[in-house]
T-cell receptor, first 113, second 107 residues
């Protein structure tokens, strides 16, 4: 099992550009999450999903959108990139029977200039 | 809302025991988790307390006291590879992470 994979690893965007951060898990987990982590800080929940077709906002959803058409994939969309979105983005997943244990992807480092 | 507090930094020597505290404010939650994150890496799960008391996993132990709104992570027989950031997280409707504690292990 590859676990949770994320692409790209690193990206530079110009202000106003858009992009999609990809996240895929092969553990058949129902729950998936998107976090952002600013330097020296903890993780902030952006969006989460409890299953295909169901998504909900986390603590910091503004400026982002998500979709969950399959169990495996949970892409995060930035429509109009702003410098405040410069961060490291982590995707995570957990199972119904072990919701307290999250498995994280390697992260995507995003720089908005 | 929910919030967690942790010390920003802790330093200890190899072979020692260190305790990382976590205090929280929340109206309700299922349990308290701990994650380790090395520089440039992803968080990895360490421990989870659903009930009050001590949970032991090898060199790591975690404790929760709901009446005191307090928990801690105890690391024994410290090794250089334990130098990392440690995050507590409340598991309720969703997850809320603390700001993290950077542990430096000195030789």
């Amino acid at each position: 099992n590859a676990g949770v994979t994320q692409t790209p690893k690193f990206r530079i965007l110009k202000i106003g550009q858009s992009m999609t951060l990809q996240c895929t898990q092969d553990m058949n987990h129902n729950y998936m999450y998107w976090y952002r982590q600013d330097p020296g800080m903890g993780l902030k929940l952006i969006y989460y999903s409890v299953g295909a077709g169901i998504t909900d906002k986390g603590e910091v959803p503004n400026g982002y959108n998500v979709s969950r058409s399959t169990t495996e994939d949970f892409p995060l969309r930035l429509e109009l990139a702003a410098p405040s979105q410069t961060s490291v983005y982590f995707c995570a997943s957990s199972s119904v029977n072990g919701q307290e244990t999250q498995y994280f992807g390697p992260g995507t480092r995003l720089l908005v200039l | 809302g929910q919030s967690l507090e942790q010390p920003s930094e802790v330093t200890a020597v190899e072979g020692a025991i260190v305790q990382i505290n976590c205090t929280y404010q929340t109206s309700g939650f299922y349990g308290l988790s701990w994650y380790q994150q090395h520089d440039g890496g992803a968080p990895t799960f360490l421990s989870y307390n659903a009930l009050d008391g001590l949970e032991e996993t090898g060199r790591f132990s975690s404790f929760l006291s709901r009446s005191d709104s307090y928990g801690y992570l105890l690391l024994q027989e410290l090794q250089m590879k334990d130098s990392a950031s440690y995050f507590c997280a409340i598991y309720g409707q969703n997850f809320v992470f603390g700001p993290g504690t950077r542990l430096s292990v000195l030789p």
